[in-house]
C-alpha cells in the first residue's frame, strides 16, 4: 500500500475548475469507453473511481484528469505527465478489490478532448514521486512523474468538445 507523504501538500479543491473540467472529462472518456464496447456501470460522483465499465466480462475503473495545457501534439519537452500523488488512495482503494479480471486506468486528456495519455495502474503506482515547480503548483506538492514514453497516447472522439 501507498502511504500519505509526511508534510506533502495537497492542492486545495477547486469548485469552479472541477464544475469546468469534470463533466467534460468522463463524457469523453465514457464514449471512448463505450467505441471500445465496454457497458459503463457507473459514472456518478462517489469520490471514488471516476467510471465502472464492464467488458468482456472484466471490470475496470477510470480516473480521469484534464490538462488544459497541453494542446496540439504532446510537447516532447514535457518528459513526462504528472499525476498528483494524492491519488495514491485510489491506487490502494483498487488494491483491495483487485482480482484477475479488475483493472485500473488513469487517463490524463487533451484541452480539446481529441487525445488522452492512458496510464495502467501498475505504471503510476511503480513511478518516481517527487515535486514539482509550475505555476499552479502549490510549493511542497507532490506528484507522480510518469515517463509520457511509457503511457499509452490514445485518440478520443472529436464530438465531445
Known amino acids: ?16 475548475s472541477y464544475k469546468q473540467n469534470d463533466g467534460i472529462a468522463k463524457l469523453a472518456i465514457t464514449r471512448y469507453l463505450e467505441n471500445k464496447g465496454h457497458t459503463i456501470l457507473s459514472s456518478d460522483e462517489n469520490y471514488s473511481f471516476d467510471i465502472k465499465s464492464e467488458y468482456k ?23 513526462e505527465i504528472r499525476i498528483p500523488y494524492r491519488k495514491h488512495k485510489l491506487i490502494n482503494k483498487f488494491e483491495e478489490i ?16 481529441l ?9 503510476l503506482a ?19 512523474h510518469i515517463p509520457y514514453k511509457e503511457a499509452e ?9
Open 1 to 16: 500500500m501507498l502511504q500519505p507523504i509526511k508534510g506533502a501538500v495537497n492542492r486545495q479543491f477547486r469548485p469552479e
Open 57 to 79: 466480462g472484466n471490470t475496470y475503473y477510470s480516473e480521469v484528469e484534464m490538462k488544459n495545457q497541453w494542446k496540439g501534439d504532446w510537447n516532447p519537452t514535457w518528459e
Open 98 to 113: 483487485k482480482s484477475n479480471n479488475t483493472f485500473l486506468n488513469f487517463y490524463v486528456i487533451r484541452g480539446d478532448c
Open 115 to 123: 487525445k488522452a495519455w492512458r496510464i495502467k495502474d501498475n505504471l
Open 126 to 144: 511503480n513511478s518516481e514521486v517527487k515535486t514539482a515547480k509550475g505555476r499552479n503548483i502549490q510549493k511542497g506538492e507532490h506528484f507522480f
Open 153 to 161: 497516447l490514445v485518440e478520443l472522439r472529436d464530438d465531445v468538445a
